[in-house]
DNA sequence: TCCGAAGCTGCAACCGGTTGCACGGTAGCC
DNA sequence: GGCTACCGTGCAACCGGTTGCAGCTTCGGA
């Protein structure tokens, strides 16, 4: 803390003024004359003096503080959306406070109490939290979820649908009769809605959709359903997100089990190595997701400070199928859909095989 | 903000006490009868009171809170240091509050200053500050640097030389004549030290030493360098950080170089993702670092208010060697060092052929 | 029995701004 | 000229705990 900073009575008694001259000078100029406004700010200056962020949280009964709460910070999914709502928030002056919850509901609870104590308003991201706790979190501060739905709640989610169906599109179109979704954690939101698109998209162009439970660990979630897979007779894999992509891609090739050439994968995020990967997946722009839930969350902490009622929106941002290397080449005549070229290794070079 | 929160004036009247008395059965139990503890404590709990940080904060003159400032949160590097961090301080009943610098200097000192008013203390986490700004910090509230040493002020490191000098014995030993280091950025504490340990370590083996000047952008700095060492020659690369290092491997790729076969590529930070990928590269606990850092910060804080003079440590936190297949074999009869098996595409199947 | 020490507890001031209300002064209006 | 309206400013209370100091008990020792 600062050693011995000037209060408003200091700077009160060189501009000559009362201290409550000295706060309207800032709060409500509109006050002041312009004349004994100027004085103010000059004392103020002249004694390096800015208000106590804590004395005026105490009396205004708001704090100019988000919390962000995540599942597991170096899960790469989330960098970019903590980044995201990071720069929203201290554009519009807020401090970003950090909690995570290590992918467990009962941590993320306290942490979440903890927090909504200090803070004007909670982001939870991809909650596991069941509905009623966040209606009751609500009632201590401004909630806004990402990567869920929560009735009544103010929310940020990623569409990821139309790319699923798109992808089984795609992969119907390259010849495979069937698709293999491994899912997430059994907690998860997006977990659901991805089964229900997948399986939706199946549905629609008439292909067989096999849905594999959940098991715990990212990476090695992929990887230990890898003889399942096989023992499935799997040639098209659509994964719950790209850690779990990767690790399937591992466990293939350590069968060797040649990717795309024998089975197709596609992941889900997009996270910043997917591209130099090859590996294929569903992206969205994660940086602007963050900023427009921070901004959400700070509107409606404006609108609550300023006695209107309470209004939830949900706000979809779309999605982009990147067709890379480990989805296997596009059926001939088929629409050439986004995604830049694979680059790791000598390995995206060869053109894979198709399908037989 | 909770909305209609008990006072301590609320659990003073039900307990029938004074305000004081219920702030001391808290603070200072030793003051306080037993019996009249037990009573404040069990109007606490009816009334479902806590006291309130923000007004605790105002007269104690600490506010509990630690700030982390790092230069990019996507970068994988930093991540687990900051659940290090955060899990140490939460521990301790800390909360942590987070700023990005974007990795420019001028932002992160902005942002330095404006976390300074609102928390107990800095962990600034390789900060590209010149050491002058970060005394200055420490002027308003404790500081502990990560991953960067300043005279006088209390920080972690990681002893990346004894890996780089094991890295580049290891690639003398299986043949190569030279070393070449790939730079990372210009103001960076952490890429002077690596600069400094190949170009000893080389030295040590009487092997010669290039560094190729620093560019921008962390992939892209190093498939942009990728014909500037083909140029010169080079067939053993140490880069700044695994994402240069990936950036070279991705750009020998597009050059058909193999890797290791004809250029062997070590990077420095063990992200998540090194393991998978086969990239070799130095290591450390960064969990444990981060935790570090946070306890020593915290330690500083509560020192600081118990009046004690301030007193700067220094730790070191040993690093690990991780060979794995962009390294090369090791040398026949050579020690065989640490790191898991490669394992991500076939690739790693393939036994790469050894240097000529 | 009296005195001092020690243990509890309450009073009131304080941390540093903020804000409802009242007051003095000036201007506009009839 | 008197009255009202409004503007600019200060007073004092308040946000919700914390703490120095003093007062009251109780207890031990002389």
Redesign the interface.
């Known amino acids: 803390?600062?050693?011995v900073s000037a209060t408003v009575r200091d700077v009160a008694r060189l501009a000559g003024v009362s201290p409550s001259t000295v706060s309207r000078a800032l709060a409500r100029p509109e006050m002041i004359s312009a004349e004994t406004r100027g004085r103010v700010l000059e004392a103020a200056r002249a004694l390096d003096w800015?208000p106590?962020?804590?004395?005026r949280?105490?009396t205004r009964?708001?704090?100019e503080?988000i919390a962000?709460v995540v599942p597991?910070?170096?899960n790469?999914f989330f960098?970019?959306l903590?980044?995201g709502g990071?720069?929203e928030a201290?554009r519009r002056g807020f401090?970003?406070?950090?909690g995570?919850s290590n992918e467990d509901a009962a941590r993320e609870l306290h942490?979440a109490n903890?927090?909504?104590?200090?803070v004007?308003g909670l982001l939870l991201m991809s909650s596991r939290l069941p509905a009623r706790e966040i209606l009751e979190l609500r009632?201590?501060?401004e909630v806004v979820v990402v990567n869920r739905v929560v009735r009544g709640v103010s929310g940020v989610v990623i569409d990821t649908a139309p790319s699923a169906r798109r992808a089984v599109r795609h992969l119907v179109g390259a010849g495979h009769d069937a698709v293999h979704y491994v899912s997430g954690p059994a907690d998860s939101w997006s977990n659901k809605q991805r089964v229900a698109a997948v399986q939706a998209a199946c549905d629609a162009s008439g292909t067989a959709c096999h849905v594999l439970a959940p098991s715990v660990g990212a990476?090695e979630r992929g990887r230990a359903c890898v003889d399942d897979l096989l023992a499935a007779g799997a040639t098209a894999v659509l994964a719950y997100d790209d850690i779990t992509a990767?690790g399937i891609?591992?466990g293939l090739?350590?069968r060797?089990v040649?990717?795309p050439g024998d089975v197709a994968v596609i992941g889900c995020d997009d996270i910043?190595?997917a591209g130099?990967?090859g590996l294929a997946t569903i992206g969205a722009p994660f940086d602007s997701v963050g900023a427009a839930a921070a901004g959400l969350l700070i509107e409606q902490i404006a609108r609550r400070a300023g006695g209107a009622p309470r209004r939830s929106r949900l706000v979809r941002v779309p999605s982009t199928l990147f067709l890379r290397r480990t989805a296997g080449p596009a059926p001939a005549g088929g629409p050439a859909l986004s995604g830049e070229g694979a680059?790791?290794?000598?390995?995206?070079?060869r053109s894979p095989r198709a399908r037989a």
Chains 1, 2 share one sequence.
């Open positions: 803390m600062a050693p800015v106590n962020r804590l004395a949280s105490l009964g708001s704090t503080n962000v597991d910070i170096v790469p960098p970019p903590i980044r990071q720069q201290w401090s970003v406070l950090l995570d942490v903890e927090l909504a104590a200090q004007d009632e201590r501060c990476f990767l891609v591992a090739a350590d060797d040649r990717v910043p190595m130099q990967l680059a790791m290794p000598a390995r995206s070079r």
